[in-house]
């Protein structure tokens, strides 16, 4: 699976667009972009995912660039209960492979 | 239902104990998955359970047995743990589609004295 770069933290005022960034330069045309969060002492929660479209669902938004190299979640009106770490992860699809591997991720922290 | 659920919550173990986590899920999926999260650190991936066979094993010592009963159960077995085995334990499944999100459990804390 592809390695992903993301920055160690952000801060983000309340009611605010939160931006996060991810750096995927080796993904392969097979591989999907997938967004999961942990709060605090939670299992990781998924939040979005796509190949080359961008993509929105109830909870954020995934902007893929056009060469796949990097995508940007955002979350349109962050609050206080979206203090978590966002982790980016590039999967394969095909059968076989189950790997789910997490990087470092970034610790957003939302600023009343 | 989408959940997967982890037992117990929380866990606390002699080093010459033997104990076992359990996750369960009734969503179908086909893979399960047993993650690590030692504290301020990301999940850190030991097995991979797809179709109820051993798919992956992250070259985790074998005082880790996971066991996979049927599709709906996921085990792991603890013997003769070391205080740095102390962590969440994380339970995940997936599928049966290939494009799919993972649902995680809320996970074991696991202390080991």
């Known amino acids: 699976d592809a390695k992903t770069t993301q920055p160690t933290s952000m801060d983000c005022a309340e009611g605010r667009a939160a931006n996060l960034p991810c750096n995927h330069s080796t993904i392969s045309g097979n591989e999907y972009v997938y967004w999961y969060r942990q709060i605090h002492s939670q299992g990781p929660q998924y939040i979005i995912h796509?190949?080359?479209n961008n993509e929105t669902n109830e909870m954020a938004s995934l902007i893929i660039t056009e060469d796949r190299k990097s995508s940007t979640l955002i979350l349109p009106h962050a609050t206080l209960r979206d203090t978590a770490v966002y982790y980016c992860i590039v999967r394969a699809s095909n059968f076989g492979n189950e790997k789910l591997t997490f990087g470092t991720g970034t610790r957003l922290t939302i600023i009343p | 239902d989408t959940e997967v659920t982890q037992t117990p919550k929380h866990l606390v173990m002699g080093m010459t104990n033997k104990k076992s986590l359990k996750c369960e899920q009734h969503?179908?999926?086909?893979?399960m998955y047993w993650y690590k999260q030692k504290a301020k650190k990301p999940p850190e991936l030991m097995f991979v359970y797809s179709y109820e066979k051993l798919s992956i094993n992250e070259s985790v010592p074998s005082r880790f047995s996971p066991e996979c009963p049927n599709s709906s159960l996921l085990n792991l077995h603890l013997h003769a743990l070391q205080p740095e085995d102390s962590a969440l334990y994380l339970c995940?499944?997936?599928?049966?589609?290939?494009?799919?999100?993972?649902?995680f459990g809320q996970g074991t804390r696991l202390t080991v004295v």
């Open positions: 796509g190949l080359k």
């Open positions: 995940a499944s997936r599928g049966p589609l290939q494009n799919t999100e993972a649902f």
């Open positions: 969503m179908g999926h086909r893979a």
